[in-house]
C-alpha cells in the first residue's frame, strides 16, 4: 500500500520523553522468507499498522520517514533479509500519521530494548528543484473543492492538495532515495505522473514505449527535476538491539 504521510515524524528519541503507545499490538519473528515473498515495510489503514517480513532497520525507516537503509545504522543484523518480522497494531482511526509513527517507534523500543542517538553525516540524496523550463504544477486555488486522496498505480500517480514537502514524501517512496525539497516553492498542488517502470522499459506495450522514465516525467509533466547531491543527512544510529523482541 502506498502511505503519504506528510507531517515530519519523530520529533524526540526513546531517552528524550514517553511516547504513545498502541492499545493493542502483536510484534513476531517471522519464519526466513524463501522463493518469491511479499515484503510490508509499513502500511496504515484506518489506524492499524502492520508489517509484514520487514526487517528492523525496514520498521524504523517507517518511524522516522527515513527511506534509505544509509541513514539507519547499527548492528548488522538489523538489515539481513533472514531476520524478519510481521507486526499488527491497532490505534484508533482517526489517529494522525505523525502519532501513527510515534506509536510504532515506542512499540519497537519497548520490544527491542532499543538505543538510539542522532547524527549529521555526509550522504547521497536527491534533491527536488525547479527545471530551466519552468514549472508546470497545478496550484490549488482558494475555495476549489478538494478531490479524492491518493489515486496509484504502476507507472502513475495522482496526488491532490500536497505541498512540496509531501511531493518528496512520495518522490522518495517512488525512488527509494531520499529526496529534499529545494524548489522554494510555497502552496499546495494537484500534482499528476506517468511513467514507464524500470521493469517495464523495453519489453512493455507501445503505450509503455511512450511514456517517459520517472525522471524524465518529473521534468517535462511538472517542470521539476531530481538532482543527485551530497551533504549533511541526519542518520539513526542504533546503540543497542536485542535481535530476539520481547514475546507479546
Known sequence: MFALIESRAVAQSPAEAPLPSFDVASLKAAPPPSGGYRIDMGSVEH????????TLSQCLRFAFRIYTDDQIAGPDWM???DIVFNITAKAPP?????????????????????KIHREQRELSYLALLPDKSG?????????????????????????????????TVALSNL??????????????YNVKLEWT?????????????????LFTAIREQLGLMLKSQKGPLEVIVVDHAEKTPLDN
Not at 47 to 54: D, M, R, S
Not at 175 to 188: F, M, R, S
Open 94 to 114: 482517526e489517529t494522525p500519521g505523525a502519532q501513527i509513527r510515534l506509536m510504532v517507534l515506542q512499540l519497537l523500543t519497548e520490544r527491542f530494548h532499543l
Open 197 to 213: 517502470p524500470d521493469d517495464r522499459r523495453g519489453r512493455g506495450s507501445a503505450s509503455d514505449a511512450e511514456a517517459p522514465s
Open 47 to 54: 489506524g492499524t499498522v502492520t508489517f509484514e517480513n520487514a
Open 135 to 167: 514549472i508546470k504544477l497545478q496550484e490549488v486555488k482558494e475555495g476549489e473543492e478538494p478531490k479524492g486522496g491518493i489515486q496509484f498505480r504502476a507507472g502513475a500517480i495522482e496526488l491532490h492538495r500536497i505541498s512540496m514537502t509531501a511531493l
Open 175 to 188: 525512488t527509494g532515495e531520499a529526496v529534499l525539497d529545494k524548489t522554494g516553492i510555497k502552496g499546495n
Open 79 to 81: 538489515k539481513q533479509r
